[in-house]
């Protein structure tokens, strides 16, 4: 104990004597400061991002079907959905989960991808219109046959607006690139004699504009969008982020499907609207200027010359209320629309939150917002399992968001879809699937005939082949049978039906979510629940909620492994530089160390002191920049850290990341420190105490 006090003493003496002291503490304080905030900031978006991916669709656990070509990936993966094998009866998963102590809840899953079609302005106006002659068809009211004048009337305007842009642009590129057809059918919509006769035969005439008109207007959206099939209220019961944001929830058993607010306004909203509030969010939480940023310029600039769709949606008395109210805002006495709107929409930094509040005030509540409204039915085709396309009539209720992921695009990507819709998109024969091919088949007189009979049965002798029948005119009546059958069977009944909750849990699924009740359990119970499976049976993989979410869990992984490396790499620097340092060191206190000698210390005495000296250099140099690291998170901490993107939202699991310093990151640090320090010592001190006394007093300073 005496001769370490001693060490103590001269290791503090020459603390600060030599430049090369302070050069290698130097080293040293600025390596802890880069593991205390690195390994702080990295554990704490871990922890973000395990919140992110929990709370909003994995659970802590993911179970799937061992027969899987791929490995489940919530959130997609390369080269599209992941080929998941699936699980006959969701039953027996939950059966065996709920056996587990640890197991809270268990949500059905199935997540895949689809295509969707909004249609154009013109589409969607032409369906309006023919979902009034369907209810005057039953009878006609006098506010029924207004409303039909009155988009009747949109129509046609929207018709002279498409003419005014084919001339404009024959006057730009050459005649011939006209399509003739095109302006054939233009002509016969914008004549008089085609409207006297609207009446006589509605649905030709709209079929005629559907087919000849519509595709003319270049407007519409294919979409494709990832959504999530599940039971909706054990979903909502379980992933407690979860908030309807408009409209309502699916009720209980219910086929139905909500939207997520970030997809409902990225993809379906005005777009002119859309760019609007993206340049308010830039401006208000990311302070950008539109002067100084080119992104907001650009939109600014698509605003003035994207004015079509606006000009498209509104009916001719819509059109004079927009002049009337952009004049008033403008002090403007120019009377046509299409040239006030790209006046109104040039923005800069000086009037833009003026007009972002008038364009709401004044024009929003002349236009859909929204191409598809709360309340209305979207058709969704995908591919089944087998290949072929099915689609399904499936009602929008709502929109909703995850709490603190309400900007990011990789949790905003996901739709809810109830599991029976999903079910059949997949492309499982569901109960009244079923019943809908038992009707057609009933009714188209189809024959079921086995294998070995089929050639008797097609060309069997005159009057035995069974399969055979003289085609007669009028025998089969279109309407009857296709109406009757499946589109009141599909829509009608499909839409009405309430499921139990046993046919929802005793079908398909390709995964099942698992909340833990002791997280920190949750490796243990992943093994339990894979040998527990194995035992039953059941030819299932647990996998964790980091695996489960395929490139994005691995995020964090790679993260930590690239500060590690750098730490590494800045540490090897350290220690050949605090290694090159300690010699020269040496090698100015020879004389020293040979008077030490001389009077009678040890070999062992020099290498302790040498040793000691640099460990109390570290520690000292440690505990400064450890308190310097500590004190930049404990700042980071309160103002937190600004998710400047969307992706950043998902990863920082809000809109700011407010980091933790852990005593783990501390230790971790001073560890790296003395390890370094000491390995950097050993041979200077080696070679200290190869120094001879008559050596070192022969020694010139």
Known sequence: MSQLKLLLQVALRNLFVSKIN??????????????????????????????????????????????????LALFGQMG??????????????????????????????????ALITSGNTVDLTLARLRDLYKKAAQGETPELREQIHSIQSHVRHMISLLEEDMKRRSEIVDNKATDLADVEALARARSEAFWADFDKDPFSSLEFLENRIAPQVTDGDMLYIRY??????????????????????VPAGRRGMLLSKFSYEEFFKLKTARRLDLIKEARTLNHKMIAS??????????????????????????????????????????????????????MDDANFDTRYQQFYAELAPLLDLYRIRLGDDLTISAFTRTGYVQSVNVKIYGTYQFDGLEKSA????????????????????????KA??????????????????????????????????????????????????????????????????????SGVVLSAAIILKDPEQLEQTMAELQTSAKDSGLSLRVISWQKASGLIGQFVLVAKLVLYFAVFIIFVVALVIINNAMMMATLQRVREVGTLRAIGAQRSFVLNMVLVETL?????????????????????????????????????????????????????????????????????????TRVSPLQAMQTDE
């Open 228 to 249: 999530v099939g599940t039971d909706l209220v054990n979903f909502q019961g379980t992933f407690d982020r979860m908030r309807i944001v408009d409209g309502v929830p």
């Open 410 to 433: 990789l949790a905003g990507a996901l739709n809810l879809m109830d599991l029976m819709s999903f079910r059949e998109l997949y492309g499982y024969l569901t109960v009244e699937k």
């Open 80 to 113: 599209g959905e992941a080929d998941v094998g699936a699980v006959d009866d969701f039953s027996r998963i939950k059966e065996l989960a709920h056996k587990h102590p640890n197991v809270k809840t268990v949500v059905p899953m199935g997540t895949s991808g």
């Open 616 to 688: 109390v250099l570290g520690l000292v140099f440690g505990t400064v920049g450890a308190t310097v690291g500590g004190a930049i998170m404990q700042l980071l901490g309160r103002v937190g850290i600004p998710a400047s993107n969307e992706a950043l939202y998902f990863f920082f699991s809000g809109p700011r990341l407010f980091p933790s310093l852990h005593v783990s990151n501390l230790v971790e640090a001073f560890i790296i420190v003395l390890v370094v320090s000491a390995l950097s010592t050993f041979y200077p001190a080696f070679l200290a």
């Open 293 to 346: 940023d080119p992104q907001l310029e650009r939109w600014v600039k698509e605003n003035q010359t994207q004015t079509r769709e606006i000009l498209f949606q509104l009916d001719p008395i819509k059109t004079k209320q927009a002049v009337e109210r952009l004049q008033r805002v403008l002090g403007s006495q120019e009377q046509e629309l299409g040239k006030l709107l790209p006046v109104f929409f040039t």
């Open 22 to 71: 302070i050069l290698i503490g130097g080293i040293i304080f600025f390596g802890t400061v880069l593991v205390v905030v690195g390994g702080a900031f990295v554990d704490s978006m871990d922890e973000a991002m395990s919140r992110s991916i929990i709370g909003s669709v994995a659970g802590h656990l993911q179970v799937y079907s061992d027969k899987s070509k791929d490995e």
């Open 436 to 505: 809908e091919l038992d009707k057609l088949q009933e009714a188209s007189g189809v024959q079921e005939v086995k294998r070995e009979d089929a050639e008797s049965a097609l060309f069997g002798e005159e009057g035995t082949a069974s399969l055979v029948a003289n085609a007669t005119p009028g025998l089969i009546d279109e309407d009857q049978q296709l109406d009757g059958l499946a589109q009141k069977l599909r829509r009608e009944e499909l839409a009405n039906r309430v499921y139990t909750q046993q046919e929802l849990e």
